[in-house]
């Protein structure tokens, strides 16, 4: 069993962790506000952006619609279009 001494300090470490997390949450929040946060816009070289991305037919309903919404959502993601687009 744990002395009251020992749950105290765990307890003291918990809530520090947690006041770290938060911070951390915080601050990422902060960068990536206006797009220009590190989480934001294409991860490529523009010589890759520039590349010709073959066009994506539409639906016809006779493949996986899984796979259709995949290859979609990796075209546009290359593009740098935010989810609430797509």
């Given amino acids: 069993m744990l002395s009251s001494d020992s749950t105290g300090s765990l307890r003291e470490q918990l809530r520090l962790v947690n006041q770290r997390i938060d911070n951390i949450h915080r601050t990422l929040r902060t960068k990536d506000e206006g797009g220009k946060g590190p989480f934001c816009g ?7 952006q520039d590349a010709p991305f073959p066009m994506l037919e539409a639906y016809d309903g006779s493949s996986d619609p899984t796979e259709h919404v995949v290859a979609f959502h990796a075209q546009m993601t290359r593009y740098g279009t935010s989810d609430p687009i797509m």
């Avoid at 294409?42 to 890759?48: A, G, V």
Wanted: net charge negative; glycine share 0%.
């Fill in 42 to 48: 294409s991860p490529f070289i523009q010589e890759i």
